[in-house]
């Protein structure tokens, strides 16, 4: 969910502003996407690499990512369940105050009976992590000395059953990846948008969609 401090900077508004801003807009992209029949939607919440940002602006990140997993009355009002992908919170390295852990796992809990759309949220998530921690899992499964399989990488990602992606979506003009998803976005389309992403709107998410079935 790209470009909040661009969205912010052009309006004269201070940083923290365009992070509000973008979470208000995942609440709508979330409400677009479950009326569209989105079985699976998956956003970069917060990286690995985000913590080295100002005190400050971390700070107001992390408030609303509290927000967005409190939001538990209109998720379940759109039959949306909430999963989460991240570093898991007893690892070596793991930055996820207690807080943000409460809220995610009472987020997990009160929506866990619903049955439309997943939205996983990734907060403190970075795939080289990820893939890092699947292969030390996979290879310490091993009795002896064979080969680790795609199935098992597969197998030890934090959400393995998240579905392969079809539709990867970058916003605010910028055209790379950045350490998300690399091993579930094999063979996906790109989506690549010069809207920030408070300005990722209905018309944004069907030109996105279009995409899955697309040649
Ligand atoms: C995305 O907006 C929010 C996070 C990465 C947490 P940015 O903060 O990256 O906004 P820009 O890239 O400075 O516009
Ligand atoms: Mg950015």
């Not at 940002?53 to 509290?66: D, F, G, M, N, T």
């Not at 930055?95 to 907060?123: R, S, Y």
């Not at 292969?135 to 310490?140: F, R």
């Not at 996105?208 to 697309?214: D, M, P, Q, R, T």
Request: charge should be neutral; hydrophobic fraction near 40%; aromatic fraction near 8%.
């Amino acid at each position: 969910m790209d470009g909040n401090g661009r969205w912010a900077k052009r309006r004269g508004l201070p940083r923290t502003e365009g992070h509000t801003a973008g979470e208000e807009n995942l609440a709508e992209v979330v409400r677009v996407c479950a009326s569209r029949n989105v079985g699976w939607l998956t956003v970069f919440g917060f990286s690995t690499e985000n913590w080295v940002r100002p005190p400050a602006e971390v700070k107001h990140i992390l408030s609303l990512h509290k927000q967005l997993f409190g939001r538990v009355e209109e998720l379940n009002a759109n039959n949306v369940r909430i999963q989460w992908i991240g570093r898991p919170f007893d690892e070596p390295g793991s930055k996820t105050p207690g807080f943000i852990q409460k809220a995610i796992v009472q987020a997990i809990e009160d929506t866990a009976h619903n049955t439309g759309m997943v939205l996983t949220v990734a907060f403190d998530y970075g795939s080289r992590a990820e893939l890092l921690r699947a292969a030390q899992l996979s290879l310490a499964s091993h009795q002896i000395d064979q080969a680790v399989s795609t199935q098992e990488i597969s197998s030890h990602l934090y959400a393995p059953s998240l579905p392969p992606v079809d539709v990867v979506v970058r916003t605010s003009g910028e055209s790379r990846i950045s350490n998300f998803m690399l091993w579930q976005i094999q063979g996906a389309k790109v989506y690549f948008t010069e809207r920030t992403w408070p300005d990722f709107d209905v018309n944004e998410i069907d030109r996105a969609l279009k995409l899955v079935h697309a040649r």
